[in-house]
Nanobody, 124 residues
């Protein structure tokens, strides 16, 4: 089992940047892929980005490609999501998740542990 705690959310203006962090504890952090998902009010949770166990491979949703960057620091048991050029449509609760596989994936079913979420609000 993995425990995940997100931080770094907040209220920003369109065009601003934010960096989310997710601290993991429990199962060996460097053995599994990590991902970020988001859920806007009235919408289903959607995939944002994932990173492989060593950080060498990444995968992004088309809606964030070129603006968001996922990375990880296995020495700190932490995964990050750098969000640039934020848009109002990026407003959502952002969740960190730990995968059951070491490779990148966008499938919700491949993620077995979830954080509590952090709110990101982008004003126009």
């Amino acid at each position: 089992q993995v425990q995940l705690v997100e931080s770094g959310g907040g209220l920003v203006q369109a065009g601003d940047s934010l960096r989310l962090s997710c601290a993991a504890s429990g199962r060996a952090f460097s053995s599994y892929a990590m991902g970020w998902f988001r859920q806007a009010p009235g919408k289903e949770r959607e995939f944002v980005a994932s990173v492989s166990w060593a950080g060498g491979s990444t995968l992004y949703a088309d809606s964030v490609k070129g603006r968001f960057t996922i990375s990880r620091d296995n020495a700190k048991n932490t995964v990050y999501l750098q969000m640039n050029s934020l848009k109002p449509e990026d407003t959502a609760v952002y969740y960190c998740a730990a995968s059951v596989t070491s490779r990148v994936t966008r499938r919700t079913a491949d993620f077995s542990s979830w954080g509590q979420g952090t709110q990101v609000t982008v004003s126009s």
